[in-house]
């Protein structure tokens, strides 16, 4: 029969049993406390706990202990509970000193209102101890016990079953530096049938190593630099815990202003990590994690994070310190704030959206969505299909192979978008931009823009400022809609725009290779029309168009439309009209390109006045040469050439309404030469110029001829030119011509 026990004196270890409450205390000394489980050895030994300290041994019965309180206080106190298999609540607190506590393998069962441990559960009287474990201050070494198999529990309306671990006490007080390893393997179940957490610690001030076990853990650190290891379960830490302990949310708490560089190292669970004010350092395995940082608060700095993070979806946010964080294939949602951000090995379909700061970020070979702020970022991105979006920083941007999307609200950036079909959008700033070889989209803002767009079929829209834009091989359409655009189309069928009417300053268009459309704008053009069969439209403005180099044998069509134009053909037949034939296209308008701000290109052909003065030159083709309204001089050069100091290339046809007064000349070869209206002077040429035609129109004309020339006296009073050797002299008007020889 078991004797009801008063309180003992074992030398300086006080205990007592009163109703059904063991009590153990320490003397503040170094105490040696252990308790162990006898029930299962004989008489007399069976059905009892051994209590063994450092002042002597004395055996309780088993069955009338209803609760464990053991108090080291002061002291360096080993306390042993590994081998006491107890079923009742438990609480060790080994206060002040350097204590190591050993753990069972129970649990205890918190109170959501207040975070206190609850009684034994009248549920099921068989659910093992509820176990509260304190270090206290000084620096303790804490182990929870081992529980290999899972133990069925049935938790309340409100809280959850777990063992509670506190470094220090409960309230933060104590600053040792704390060892705690946490139970392994223990899971715990509701009435549903669902896994719930199986442990809590929580440690106080120090630099504490917490070593959570395999369970399913919620850690709870405050100030120090902790050190806290964890391993295949689900955890819950906080690093930078103020305030009271909420069993409901233990992870809410972690706006620390303490400063204290923390470091958690886990496993391949599915973590949730918050982290305080400090630099902190967080490591964690393959599965879904959870890491937050320190939010912003006025006045108080943010340490520098490094989180690195293994293949599972993970969810990162950060606060305004210079943070790295490295995630590997899973689809990994990153937030980081202010400050200078290095995002990297980010492999899987990533989230990241980063602050003002100066970020680097890193990705790889899928479709990410990147978003950065005002700060000078350097984003790289392998390959997949990218949607990037920057602020007003001197960004770089450089992506793989897929078909990107990059938007730039401004800065100086530089961007180079790949090989894949991009659309690239820089609303203001200086860009530099290069694409490969896909059909690219690219539209600009204001500022002076450098944009190269590579091999493909690309659309280029730049909108103000002296840009320079280079098309790439391929058919491109590359659209200026203002500003001293300077625009090479290289290979391919090219479109080039300067501007149209609305633009009054000077470009320059290269069409490159091929067959190629220029128009320039309303100011002193210089449009080149390269290789190929290409079409040049001066529009306003005092131009110079030419259609190739005298190696160009494509056949080019030179309209200068308004202003003193200079055209300029090549070795082809070409044709040039200084003025503006009717047969050119109706207007055009081309739409803004959608960047704000950017004004629609509007194309309007128009003829010129008779105050402007032009010049035609031809070259070796058989060329056509059209004057305007104005003093004109059209020189064909070699070949068999046409030349009209009016619209009208017909031989005595009557005269139109042209009355400049045109110079023609034909150059060698057999050319037709008619003038307009005015007063015109005709010269057939010389030498190698034979058999040609010339018809002086309307006005006072002079027309000289070669050799074996047909002349047609017009409807003035002409003077004509001739060796009489071979030529044929035709009247077409009623008035007599005045003749004389070279």
Known sequence: MAEQLDQRQLLTVTWNLIGGALTVTGDGNANYIALYDFSNLPAP??????????????????????????????GDDYIDLSLSNLTVATTVDGGA??????????????????????????????????????GGDGNDTITAGNAAQPIPFVASTFGFAQDLIIGDQPNGVGNGNDSIVGSDALVLYDDQGNAIDSSAIL?????????????????????????????SGNDVVNTGGVGNWNPNAPYKNANSLLVDNDTVVGGNGNSVVSLGSGTDSVTLGNGNNTVSGFSPVAGVPDGNKTIALGDGNNVVNTGNGNDTVTAGNGNNNINVDSGGNLVSNV?????????????TITAGNSNDTITAGNGGNRITDAGGNNSISTGLGPDSISTGSGNDTIVSTGGNDTINAGDGTNRVTVLAGNANITTGSGSDSIATGAGDDTIRSGSGNDTVNSCTGNDSIDGGDGNDQLISAGGGATIFGGAGNDLLVGGGVLNTVPVSLDGGADNDTLYGGNGGDNLNGGSGNDVLYGLGGDDLLVGGSDLDTGSDTLYGNAGNDTLRGGAGNDRLDVGGDPGQPVATVIPPSGVPGCPPVIITPSAD???????????????????????DTLMGEDGNDSVAGGFNLVLGAPTGTNWGNDSLSGGNGS??????AGNDSIDGGVGLSILDQMDGGGGNNLITGGVWDTIYAGFGFDTIVSSLFGDTFIRTGPNPWVFRTP
């Open 203 to 231: 440690n106080g001030g120090g630099n504490d190593t917490i070593d959570a076990g395999g369970g399913s853990d919620i850690i709870m650190s405050r100030s120090g630099n902790d050190s806290i290891s964890l391993f």
């Open 347 to 359: 492999v899987g379909q990533n989230s990241v959206t980063v602050g003002n700061g100066a970020n």
């Open 45 to 74: 030994f069976a059905g009892n706990e051994m209590l063994v300290t450092s002042d002597g041994t004395a055996m309780i019965p088993k069955g009338s202990i209803q609760s464990v309180s053991i108090q080291g206080l002061g």
């Open 97 to 134: 000193g350097n204590d190591q506590i050993l753990g069972s393998h129970g649990d205890i069962h918190l109170n959501p209102l207040n975070g206190q441990p609850l009684g034994p559960n009248t549920s099921n009287p068989s659910t093992p101890a509820h176990e509260t474990l304190m």
């Open 609 to 631: 006045s008779p105050n402007n003065t032009n010049l035609a030159t031809g070259s070796y083709g058989n060329d056509t040469l059209v004057g305007g309204l104005g003093n």
């Open 671 to 676: 050319d037709t030469l008619v003038g307009g």
